[in-house]
């Protein structure tokens, strides 16, 4: 790492498919291989949204028609490219919201991996010997983990995360193929796991006319409007995290292909850690493994009362145990005094009702390699922004080039820290899915519709952008403060302001929030640029789709060409949605 750009950038000499895999292993962190799982386990099959209409069309849009003003741009970042199209105020304050954002998200794969070491009990005879309490290996895990990915990032930067990511997603993959496997083959295939679950845990379109005929508590236009439009073209469109690993690519051709390419893989994973969270549920008992200090049966019987506490195995579901508060060893219970379920657990139990002792190493290294990856990506995108957009621009201008390389290596130290910081705060969810779309609809969501006009409409102004942005932020935060999900307690789940709607669950929630913050700063960013002067037009040729030249595809064979790859993906999305409706 000789200069910044090697640094925060690869260089952008990166091939395609190198970029591709990483592009989408930077997804596959803890919010990708256990909150997916969790979410399957928590809400069925209705969780392939997430993929099938919550990120593959985002991801041919990014490839087809966003990518082009990324990297034509010569941007660095997302925020810079918000400077560049409207203003510096713009880029402050989306590079202040996304730091935040990749903090949070880091923390929560910081989190994960405590639990599962936690879960494992690996270090509990270590403990034990020096009389140390077991709820420290919490606080253990999250520091050993931090020291990992802090020593490659430190060294290598983003290349260093881009090659690691490439080799944790075979690793993933080969952990979970024979998972998914085993456990189907012990359910009686897929028929004996549509017999052992709820239909509407089979179905991802069936009883979507009503909230509450489904489990994931959303009707379908919360559903498309949310999910499929607001989250995941807020989430692909516009988050750095992701947006890098493109970046770095050699030529703008492989920029576009990058989204593309990540994206057929994309559309299979729902079999590969979707899967697992049904097959955790439907799975009758956990019978003693040799890694497992005691092994409860998890037939649950009815539920004991709402003050005995004592032997939490009672409430559980399947292969899915009571939460367990991993700083207090206390059982975490709802409004109404009943424990929750962690359905965070599903994909570690999985693993260890499954799988023999070697293939088990296997499996926990893809784990492992799943939340080094989503931390490793959130940190690289967080020193990066944290330098160039904040550093450089407000703090120190005009350095050298070497200072601001040693800048960027202490940010990845602050970073991590902040990280382990936020990691605590993932206790409070059951699911740390709802965790994450949470904060998406607070940053990613106001931000798509800032983009959306900014890129099609010539007349979208530097001042209704800014105003539009923190408008649909307090949006966000107003409605999250004023609703609250079915039998959570008022605070950090909503309802601190006071409960005026209820929701099914969470994740109706966090599509309702985002919907609210999208529209708020779409309207007002409309309205106010009709007020406010434009920018001329020759300012943003190469920033609006409309005054920039279309990229040259003549010279490509084919099926080389981005929209020829985007047409067969929408064919083979649209044949599985119909398989699994």
């Avoid at 993959?173 to 295939?189: D, Q």
């Avoid at 030529?251 to 899967?275: D, G, Q, T």
């Avoid at 740390?432 to 099609?456: E, K, R, W, Y």
Wanted: aromatic share 14%; glycine share 8%.
């Amino acid at each position: 790492m000789r200069t910044s750009k090697d640094f925060f950038q690869a260089g952008r000499s990166l091939p395609a498919w190198i970029c591709g895999l990483a592009f989408i292993s930077a997804n596959l962190g803890a919010q990708e291989v256990i909150g997916m799982g969790a979410s399957g386990a928590k809400y069925g099959i209705a969780t392939s949204h997430f993929y099938w209409i919550g990120a593959i069309p985002a991801m041919i849009f990014v490839g087809v028609f966003m990518m082009p003003f990324y990297y034509g741009s010569k941007a660095r970042s997302v925020p810079e490219f918000l400077r560049l199209r409207f203003d510096e105020k713009t880029r402050a304050y989306n590079a202040c919201s996304f730091a935040v954002m990749t903090v949070f998200s880091s923390g929560i794969s910081m989190y994960a991996m405590a639990r599962l070491i936690q879960t494992l009990h690996v270090f509990d005879s270590v403990f034990l010997k020096f009389n140390l309490p077991l709820g420290w290996i919490f606080h253990f895990a999250i520091i050993i983990s931090a020291v990992i990915v802090l020593g490659y990032i430190f060294l290598g930067g983003l290349t260093s995360a881009i090659y690691n990511e490439v080799l944790q997603f075979f690793l993933i993959v080969a952990g979970f193929l024979p998972l998914v496997w085993v456990g189907l083959k012990n359910v009686g295939g897929w028929s004996g796991l549509k017999a052992a679950l709820p239909v509407a845990y089979t179905h991802s379109w069936r009883g979507m006319t009503n909230p509450h005929t489904n489990p994931l508590g959303v009707e379908w236009f919360g559903l498309s409007m949310g999910l499929a439009f607001v989250l995941s073209f807020g989430y692909w469109c516009t988050d750095f995290l992701v947006i890098q690993t493109a970046m770095a690519s050699d030529s703008e051709e492989s920029a576009r292909r990058v989204p593309l390419i990540a994206a057929v893989p994309k559309m299979f994973f729902p079999f590969l850690v979707i899967l697992p969270g049904l097959i955790a549920i439907a799975t009758p008992t956990l019978t003693q493994h040799a890694m497992m200090q005691s092994a409860p049966s998890l037939r649950a019987p009815a539920p004991a009362p709402a003050n005995d506490l004592s032997d939490p195995t009672k409430y559980n579901r399947g292969l899915i145990p009571a939460k367990v508060n991993p700083v207090t060893g206390k059982v975490m219970t709802d409004e109404q005094g009943q424990p929750l379920l962690d359905y965070d657990l599903a994909i570690p139990n999985m693993l260890l009702h499954y799988f023999p002792t070697g293939i088990l190493g296997l499996g926990l290294t893809a784990l492992l390699a799943s939340f080094m990856s989503g931390m490793a990506g959130n940190v690289t995108a967080f020193n990066t922004v944290w330098t160039y957009d904040l550093y450089q621009s407000y703090i120190h201008k005009n350095a050298s080039d070497s200072h601001y390389l040693k800048m960027g290596r202490w940010a990845t130290v602050g970073g991590i820290l902040l990280s382990m910081a936020t990691a605590y705060a993932a206790t409070s969810f059951n699911n740390i899915m709802d965790t994450l779309q949470l904060v998406f609809s607070f940053v990613n969501a106001p931000l798509f519709a800032t983009f959306l006009l900014g890129m099609f409409w010539k007349r979208t102004t530097g001042h209704a952008a800014f105003t539009g942005l923190v408008s649909g932020t307090v949006a966000a935060i107003l409605h999250h403060g004023l609703t609250l999900p079915a039998d959570a307690h008022p605070g950090i789940h909503g309802g601190w302001i006071a409960v005026v709607h209820s929701y099914p669950s969470e994740m109706a929630q966090n599509f309702w929030t985002a919907i609210w913050a999208f529209s708020t700063n779409f309207i007002l960013t409309a309205v106010i640029s009709l007020m406010t002067k434009p920018r001329p037009e020759n300012e943003l040729v190469g920033l609006v789709y409309s005054l920039t030249p279309k990229p040259v595809e003549h010279h490509m064979a084919w099926y080389a060409r981005p929209k020829v790859i985007a047409l067969g993906l929408i064919v083979l999305l649209v044949a599985l949605n119909l398989i699994f409706r």
